[in-house]
């Protein structure tokens, strides 16, 4: 029974490290994940039904619509060139179990922690040089 206990830990050591090092998301699947967070927070926060309609009733609805559709279809980076520009500006560090990013663009700053496929994502405020 004593050496059953043992065994049992490292064996579930051994399947956690395995799940983490197997889920560890790449530079490019952090990319394709922080382009998105981004382009939903712009839209959300430029575009908001809410605050449209509040002042402007039907007029402000339009109007939040037409915004959503200028971002949607609008002269705006495609993905493909935001998720360049992240990568051009993120410090990248795989920790074999799990990986550290650090961005800073022109869109904001932030820091990342990504294992087992998912990101814990922290906006940063912006230096400012003094």
Known sequence: MKKTVPSVVILLLAAVGAA???????EEDYAEYLSQT???????????????SEWLGRVGEALSSACQGILAGGESLSQAE???LIVENTQYNNRIFLSTYVTESPFGNYRAIGFLNRFVLQPQPAQTEE
């Not at 983490?20 to 790449?26: K, V």
Request: glycine fraction near 4%.
């Open 38 to 52: 981004v382009a939903d927070e712009v839209q959300s926060s430029l575009c908001q039904p809410e605050g449209f």
């Open 20 to 26: 983490l090092f197997f889920t560890n998301p790449t």
């Open 82 to 84: 935001v998720e360049d």
